[in-house]
């Protein structure tokens, strides 16, 4: 949607495309943050009421700062709003943080379908 990232493609039909959302913890995506100038990366992976995980941090990462795909492993093209990072804490696997979503998923309706490269 304009607003950002919702899912991925997981079934198809001639007229109907089924997408399991970003909030999944099975879809994984590649993320770069942008943190004035600077720039980290991470996994999203799924989440709950509180907003996304993003786990696997390196480089820089800050509160506030736009979290977007990076297009690495191929799963989504870069530059695709996901939401903004809220939080950073350290976790058993490293820093970890929360971002919450661009995209308000209690009122989606229609999606576009975006093919990856």
């Avoid at 919702?6 to 999944?24: I, K, Q, W």
């Avoid at 099975?26 to 989440?47: D, F, H, M, N, P």
């Avoid at 799963?75 to 939080?87: A, H, K, M, N």
Wanted: with cysteine.
């Amino acid at each position: 949607v304009p607003e950002g990232l919702v899912g991925r493609v997981t079934a198809v039909s001639p007229h109907v495309a089924e997408v399991t959302l970003v909030t999944d913890p099975s879809v994984r995506v590649a993320c770069e943050i942008a943190a004035g100038g600077a720039t980290g990366y991470g996994i999203l992976s799924g989440g709950d009421a509180e907003g996304l995980l993003v786990r696997h941090l390196m480089g820089t990462g800050k509160p506030r700062a736009r979290v977007v795909t990076s297009g690495h492993g191929g799963g989504f093209p870069r530059g695709i709003e996901v939401g903004v990072l809220q939080s950073l804490t350290n976790g058993v696997r490293g820093v970890e943080g929360v971002v919450m979503p661009s995209v308000d998923f209690s009122a989606l309706e229609d999606v576009f379908v975006r093919r990856a490269k």
